[in-house]
């Protein structure tokens, strides 16, 4: 078992339901980013994703597309990157994840990519776009470096194919409740909660459900049904509602929000 699947069981004996973060790196600065994830510590986020700015993010909606683009413009680079969840992961009761798009592996060079990230305490990776049919040396790399892939099922999954994917992820399987992109509400409703138990009841491994989790009403709505509520688009839009200081309050007063 993986020390992110270790991680998650032991923390669901004393929550509910976990929480878990997303933060694209250097946007708008890594400094903020720093801040943030103080706040992550403090209100005891379980599990931090760590975006990679990658120029084509098919996966993300225009909030994150934007932060991934103006990221890419101050000049944020991978080793930047791998710099900066080093610091974070040797200083936090944290389990960080690293979330990128496949050619920023293959850039970097698959197998150096997967080394450096455990190296450094990055526990998973999320890559959308590494498709098994196409990536398969992705998994198995990941699961000689002992760095969990984490693989994705949607509503269009079918029984054989949720089956396949499940026995690839490691440390838990990302439930996307509906199609489309990060950033947009999603209604929890009795079809998605329908999906999402579907998940629950035949996944090996913890479920964690994204997209669309906007509320403390949200993650109650999924409590019983998931694991754990990924919250993303929501934060940065909270933190893009004001000046920076501003914003960094919201985001302390949203955080607070989930524990009382």
């Known amino acids: 078992m993986s020390s992110i699947e270790n991680h998650i069981n032991k923390r669901l004996q004393e929550k509910k339901i976990l929480i878990m973060t997303h933060q694209v790196l250097g946007y708008p600065s890594f400094e903020v980013n720093y801040e943030i994830i103080k706040l992550f510590a403090k209100y005891k986020i379980d599990i931090v994703e760590l975006q990679i700015p990658f120029s084509e993010p098919i996966a993300d909606g225009p909030v994150f597309a934007k932060a991934n683009q103006e990221a890419i413009k101050q000049g944020v680079k991978v080793k930047d990157c791998m710099d900066f969840a080093q610091k974070v992961a040797a200083e936090f009761d944290i389990k960080f994840v690293f979330m990128t798009y496949y050619n920023i592996l293959i850039q970097y060079g698959l197998e150096d990519?997967?080394?450096?990230?455990?190296?450094?305490?990055?526990?998973?990776?999320?890559?959308?776009?590494?498709?098994?049919?196409?990536?398969?040396?992705?998994?198995?790399?990941?699961?000689?470096?002992?760095?969990?892939?984490?693989?994705?099922?949607?509503?269009?999954?079918?029984?054989?194919?949720?089956?396949?994917?499940?026995?690839?992820?490691?440390?838990?399987?990302?439930?996307?409740?509906?199609?489309?992109?990060?950033?947009?509400?999603?209604?929890?409703?009795?079809?998605?909660?329908?999906?999402?138990?579907?998940?629950?009841?035949?996944?090996?491994?913890?479920?964690?459900?994204?997209?669309?989790?906007?509320?403390?009403?949200?993650?109650?709505?999924?409590?019983?049904?998931?694991?754990?509520?990924?919250?993303?688009?929501?934060?940065?839009?909270?933190?893009?509602?004001?000046?920076?200081?501003?914003?960094?309050?919201?985001?302390?007063?949203?955080?607070?929000?989930?524990?009382?």
């Open 113 to 260: 990519f997967i080394k450096k990230s455990k190296e450094i305490g990055i526990t998973s990776l999320i890559v959308p776009d590494a498709y098994p049919e196409n990536s398969m040396e992705f998994f198995d790399l990941s699961y000689k470096y002992d760095v969990a892939p984490i693989a994705i099922a949607t509503p269009y999954t079918d029984d054989e194919r949720f089956k396949f994917i499940d026995s690839l992820t490691r440390g838990l399987l990302y439930c996307v409740p509906r199609k489309g992109v990060t950033g947009i509400k999603t209604s929890f409703d009795y079809e998605t909660l329908a999906f999402i138990d579907k998940c629950k009841t035949n996944s090996k491994h913890p479920i964690g459900v994204g997209f669309g989790v906007q509320s403390k009403e949200d993650i109650q709505n999924l409590t019983g049904h998931t694991d754990i509520a990924i919250i993303g688009s929501h934060l940065l839009k909270t933190l893009e509602s004001g000046t920076l200081k501003e914003g960094l309050q919201k985001v302390e007063d949203f955080l607070a929000s989930l524990n009382s």
